[in-house]
């Protein structure tokens, strides 16, 4: 079928062994009290070339740990929960950018 050749040349070109891109699952708010999140956020620090200096990638740590022990309201990343016509939840959530712009203002 076309789907399933559709995913076999997703599988085949996407890059899903590239660590850098595994990590950048820490940008989800459900991964901010995950144990290695901090280490993962030190890690997308250092890949990215000339982005951090060594003094604010020491600090990641710190301030991501600070992070997670902040009462984050649910607002900031879920947009609307609702029920459908056959009484299934549904969930829609912020836009990404919206829950990292109200996560950075609490620094």
């Known amino acids: ?27 989800d708010p459900a991964s901010r009290t995950k144990q290695d999140s901090a280490d993962t956020m030190i890690r997308v620090g250092r890949a990215i070339p000339k982005l951090l200096s060594n003094a604010e990638i020491d600090r990641i740590r710190y301030e991501f740990m600070m992070c997670a022990a902040e ?3 649910q607002s900031w990343y879920i947009k609307n929960k609702y029920h459908d016509s ?3 939840n549904h969930t829609e959530y912020q836009q990404i950018d919206y ?5 950075l203002s609490l620094t």
């Open 1 to 27: 079928s076309i789907y399933h050749a559709i995913a076999d040349n997703l599988k085949k070109y996407l890059p899903l062994k590239n660590t850098f891109l595994k990590d950048l699952h820490v940008l």
């Open 71 to 73: 009462t984050i309201d």
């Open 86 to 88: 056959d009484d299934n």
């Open 99 to 103: 829950y990292w712009n109200k996560t």
